[in-house]
């Protein structure tokens, strides 16, 4: 069994070996091509190019052959070098146990030696971290989600014929959140509920107590209670319309980010299908092999969605481009996409469009990369001078006018409070518009 990897491990390196030389032979082709202006020579190079693109091709299936040769486990009936030196072995009554030399060996231990044994060791644990974690994940969100869709999900579908929540059913879409559009509405319908009893609890707290920033903090109202009423009624319908507000701009939020970070892997996804596209394999394989790196996580989910196309649904690889093209996030993957459909009905060069593209999307990000490096020394300037000069000048003056007998009659220590709770104010403030500025 060693022998026979060993030969297809040599056989395998010595077409790579070919296949390195054709790949400069064919660029070597392809440049005399251009360059040339006699048309014979150009039929002739033309057909040589043709010859060696088959050679290459027929390389890489037999190369395929091979690899799928290689097996990390041996065949139970297998010899192992222990087997040969201990002839003396045999099947216990449990027929996952050994007898050999006097010793009680599992097969899973006798057959997987060294390197073997630890890479089925590491396969296993990472299948039952990903089915823990799809489990996790199922349970956390179903329940929620049933009592929800068991209350509004009639009403649901209602809502999402009109105009103002199909706008919400793309954004959910190419936010890639897993929530169908029916059940999201319903989400938002049933927590819409639960603040507007959250508000009239609050409101009612409200209508007979007071918080203040000094002890005792929570003080009995002394006003009468319509008067009081009427400042405070306004709680117990901003909270329930503020939750539907923040849940239905949500998908568009996340679809933002999602955005921001497949433009940021693209240009380097794009490089790397680049070089994956000119060993001459199926277009579609060059998208498996760029999900099985895993160096691309918000790539992954919009090229899943393409394979899924292909092989759920049962799409051509041209349409499966233009579908997931439409249900992107991001724009410039849309081009990417669809300028691929067009390359391949058109017969194009594969290779040679992701390299051209892999460059415009590269110095796209290096001008994103300069704006942001100079929107933020401009956010810095504007930030000292806010939060470190301002609070400093304005404890002052307050210190002189409460010397002075003018303006607030308040004592140090309110004084220090309201310029503490203002810089924080003013930090949340700048903290929330880094983060919007980022996903943008």
Do not use: C
């Not at 001008?367 to 806010?386: G, L, N, P, W």
């Not at 470190?388 to 309110?414: C, E, F, N, R």
């Amino acid at each position: 069994m060693t022998e026979k990897k060993e030969v297809a491990f040599e056989n395998i390196k010595k077409r790579i070996a070919k296949e390195k030389n054709l790949v400069k032979e064919i660029e070597e082709y392809k440049k005399e091509i251009r360059d040339a202006t006699n048309e014979e020579k150009k039929k002739k190079l033309d057909l040589k190019l043709k010859e060696h693109i088959k050679i290459l091709k027929k390389l890489n299936e037999e190369n395929l052959q091979d690899i799928k040769k290689i097996h990390l486990l041996r065949p139970l009936g297998a010899e192992t070098e222990y087997n040969k030196k201990n002839e003396n072995y045999e099947f216990s009554e449990d027929n996952d146990l050994k007898s050999i030399g006097g010793k009680i060996y599992r097969q899973k231990e006798l057959y997987l030696q060294g390197l073997e044994r630890e890479t089925i060791r590491r396969l296993r644990e990472h299948k039952k971290s990903i089915e823990e974690r799809r489990k996790k994940k199922v349970k956390q969100k179903s329940k929620y989600s049933e009592i929800s869709s068991r209350f509004f999900s009639k009403f649901s579908k209602q809502l999402l014929g009109k105009e103002s929540f199909q706008k919400l059913e793309e954004d959910l879409i190419k936010a890639n959140l897993d929530h169908s559009p029916t059940g999201y509405i319903s989400l938002i319908l049933f927590t819409t509920l639960i603040s507007f009893i959250v508000g009239g609890f609050i409101t009612l707290f409200f209508l007979f107590f007071n918080l203040e920033a000094l002890s005792p903090f929570i003080t009995q109202v002394t006003e009468p209670i319509n008067i009081r009423f009427l400042k405070i009624f306004w709680l117990i319908f901003v909270i329930p319309v503020g939750t539907f507000f923040m849940m239905y701009i949500y998908p568009s939020l996340e679809k933002k980010s999602s955005e921001f970070k497949i433009d940021n892997e693209l240009p380097f996804a794009t490089i790397h299908m680049a070089a994956i596209s000119g060993s001459m394999i199926n277009p579609i394989r060059i998208f498996e092999i760029i999900i099985s790196t895993k160096e691309y996580p918000a790539l992954e989910k919009e090229f899943t969605k393409l394979l899924n196309e292909i092989n759920v649904y049962g799409s051509d690889f041209v349409n499966a481009l233009k579908n997931t093209a439409k249900n992107t996030s991001s724009k410039r993957l849309a081009e990417l996409l669809n300028g691929l459909a067009t390359t391949i009905n058109s017969g194009g060069d594969l290779p040679n469009f992701f390299e051209k593209r892999s460059d415009t999307l590269l110095f796209e990000y290096k001008i994103q990369k300069e704006k942001a490096a100079k929107a933020a020394e401009t956010f810095m300037d504007v930030y000292i001078s806010v939060v470190i000069a301002a609070p400093m000048i304005l404890m002052l003056l307050l210190m002189m006018m409460k010397m002075s007998g003018l303006g607030l009659s308040l004592s140090v220590g309110g004084i220090t409070l309201l310029v503490v709770v203002g810089v924080l104010v003013i930090n949340i403030v700048f903290l929330t518009f880094l983060h919007l500025k980022k996903q943008a």
